[in-house]
């Protein structure tokens, strides 16, 4: 990748306001000053820093704010560094009572990385104070409205509750810090990755850290305690549903010698130490927290340099900023609705920040070492383990948190589900104690109709082996899934291990693209997320029978064995026994056709699947129905399948055009 030769990152307006503007010492008034006796901060005298000045969200206003509260900035940093941590830190605790009680130590830490002669360690104090400011004024929001809290903290800021809990002149202020992009806009440009080391003055991280303690006072004088706290999230990482995340913790030497021969990381070589130093020490909140904006800005680097747009990287337009990385781990970590979303959830103060587990710290590490290695002069052929065990990564990796991999593991887990009902059934037809054997007699009536059934499917799978390529023979198929009481779970997994195509899947260009290709009505481009939704609801709809139908078999077995039984309840209990091989079959046939779908959705999308779709879920959600606890229509449950596996011949003959009977 061709090498960016950038000073900053910061576009020229915000690199004035920020790293030039505001850098005056002289006080106002001599003996004047901004901090009370106790060494909070005193708001009524800073907002007179700002004297008369019309509030509007306009560049030269903020200006105007930052330059004339330069000396507060100032007095705030000369007071927190000039005394004892621990001294600060015990006087400021009563008054902390107002955050979340799992990012009390985070406060006290960035307390100690504000004191440190680490620049690293300012910016990373900055982006959790930013973020737990954020989190908390959204908490006193919400107590104090009958509204959901904005998404936004210059909405936030904004808010007539927030104006009243606090007063107008407190939020003037923190609107210079962290209010409209024409603002510092402190808490957006740390996240976002655009400053380099130096370019932010401690003194805005001091000032946010001593709001914390000094808004809590506010409260403790209004009798404002804040009442419940939103939920934090508890970050985690799936390791059964993700492929071996290698860990690089021992590799640390070699991710160094790759930083060194990185281009587009020189300027952010400091940063990049730092977080490794504290992966090192285990301390993964805080290394998660300085290598996502680095991610950040690295592919922002790698779009402006591939689009040739060198403007972009000064911009924070985050549509755009993953369109030139082929790697679903990124998807994974940061985008999938499903995944953990780790920077919004880091960033915005949503997740419990001293409970980040290793697994999800190693991901993010490996995925900003893998942007790295595409960045470098290394390839799989340098004598370099780092890089062949990233590459072997990379090879082996599928998407764990896409809409189709959430699909997939559905499937399976369905599969362990109903795998469960042959040895739930302590009771034959007769509801005499089962006899252990290697196979399950039906009776002669049950035995013509399971035959019935049988001849239908073996024609389905026909079709669907004709459409699939699959190495499977359709014999093999019918023999492992549609005995009675065939196990299914080896023969299903064995055709769900190919693996999924899911970058980009569902996005426009991809779907436009692919509408062009395929033959198929215009709709198409909406179609496989359409797909995607109504294979969730299948599977949805089919899990919660097949896990009624046990509930049901185990509470009356139960029942049974109590002699709890009435006449009409042993009937039904009997019906329900004998409806157990065909919900099995069913349950098998609905997850191959999930499975078939789901694996050829490049084959076949349109109108016709989509009613196909919509017939399969009207199906299971009435077994659904019929299996209730205030339902228990079993045989009724039996006759439906009866009826539907004849449709769905027809159905799949018209879609696949193809003959109605076996050649």
Known sequence: MESLQLKTCLSPKVHSLIVEVGRSRKKVEEGVSCLTSEGFIHWEQARCYLSEMTITDGYD???????????????????????????????????????????????????????????????????????????????VFENESSSQCPSLLKDILNSEEINQVFGKHVVQILRALMGPPTSLNL??????????????????????????????????????????????MKLSLNVDNTCDIPDLIPQIPLVKELIEVTQPFHSRQALLQCSLE???????????????????????????SVNNCSERVL??????????????????????????????????????????????ALAVLVAVVMVMWKCSEFTTSNENELIKDLAIFESLYCSAFHPMSIIKQKIVQILDIVAKLPDAMQYDETLSLKVLSPTFELCKEDREMFEEIQSVTEDLVLFICQDWDIQLTPEEINKCLFQVFSDGKVIIKLCLKEKLSTLYRFSANQQISQASNSHISGRTGACLAEIAGLLTRVLTELECMIVQVLSALRSRQEQLEKRLLRSRQRDNLMRLIRGCPFFHHCVH?????????????????????????????????????????????????????????PKVKVTLSDLMNTPTSRK
Request: aromatic share 10%; with cysteine.
């Open 61 to 139: 206003y903020f200006l105007s704010c930052v330059e004339s509260l330069s000396p507060v900035f100032f007095e705030v940093e000369g007071h927190l560094l000039s005394k004892q941590q621990e001294e600060i830190w015990m006087k400021h605790k009563i008054y902390l009572e107002w955050i979340p009680e799992p990012h009390l130590s985070t406060v006290e830490d960035s307390l100690n990385f504000l004191n440190s002669p680490n620049p690293s360690h300012h910016i990373l104090a900055l982006q959790l104070m930013s973020s737990i400011l954020e989190r908390t004024l959204g908490d």
């Open 187 to 232: 808490r957006n440009v740390v996240w976002h990755g655009f400053p380099n080391i130096g370019e932010i003055p401690r003194r805005y991280g001091c000032f946010l850290y001593l709001t914390l303690p000094s808004l809590g006072k506010i409260l403790d004088e209004k009798g404002k305690g804040i009442q419940t706290h939103r939920q934090l």
């Open 278 to 304: 504290l992966m090192a020490e285990r301390r993964y909140t805080y290394a998660v927290a300085l290598l996502l904006p680095q991610l950040e800005h690295i592919l922002r680097l790698m779009f402006a």
């Open 315 to 360: 911009t924070a337009e985050s549509d755009t900023l993953y369109t030139t990385l082929d790697e679903d781990l990124l998807f994974d970590l940061m985008i999938y609705p499903e995944g953990p979303r780790v920077r919004d959830k880091v960033s915005h103060g949503e997740a419990n920040l001293q409970d980040i587990p290793e697994s999800l």
């Open 589 to 645: 046939f609905v997850l191959l056709v999930c499975s078939w779908k789901l694996l050829t959705l490049n084959k076949q999308t349109g109108p016709k699947l989509i009613r196909f779709l919509k017939q399969l879920l009207q199906f299971v959600e009435n077994l659904r129905t019929f299996t209730s606890s205030d339902k228990n229509k079993w045989t009724e449950c039996v006759s439906l399948y009866r009826e539907f596996i």
